[in-house]
């Protein structure tokens, strides 16, 4: 058990370091060196989307609070695009989330082995009514 344990392991060891030279520009990568980040960083994102984002009326209405799970790929450009909801808990929540997401203005790219990449991020927005506690 130890000798096939003992090749399992050196062959992992042996196998070739990702070659970041064969990195092509049409993959979307989830793992970098660098994130993606939006202009003044996370926090400055965050109140630009409260300031941006529209709290559904009927949402409201119902009380309905919760996050939405928004996945997009930030381009080499910075540019967002393939914005998907990926858990949400409201339609009208859900596509009022994709939609802040969609607007926003370009990000600095990811870096991985010292290049620009295409990159997956997840973006959680929470929705929550003044006066209320999710938790």
Request: charged content about 25%; aromatic content about 10%; overall charge positive.
């Amino acid at each position: 058990m130890f000798y096939i344990l003992g090749i399992i392991l050196g062959s992992l060891l042996d196998a070739p370091a990702q070659d970041n030279t064969k990195l092509n520009n049409s993959e979307i990568l989830d793992l970098v060196d660098e994130l993606a980040r939006p202009p003044g960083g996370l926090p400055s994102y965050y109140k630009w989307i409260g300031e941006n984002i529209h709290y559904p009326k009927s949402a409201r209405r119902k009380n309905k609070q919760g996050k939405v799970f928004v996945k997009f790929v930030v381009e080499m450009s910075g540019e967002i695009t393939n914005v998907n909801v990926t858990k949400g808990f409201d339609s009208e929540c859900d596509q009022e989330a994709a939609r802040v997401v969609s607007i926003s203005s370009k990000w600095q790219p990811a870096m991985k082995g010292g290049r620009v990449v295409r990159s997956a991020y997840t973006l959680p927005i929470t929705f929550k009514l003044k006066g209320w506690s999710l938790f």
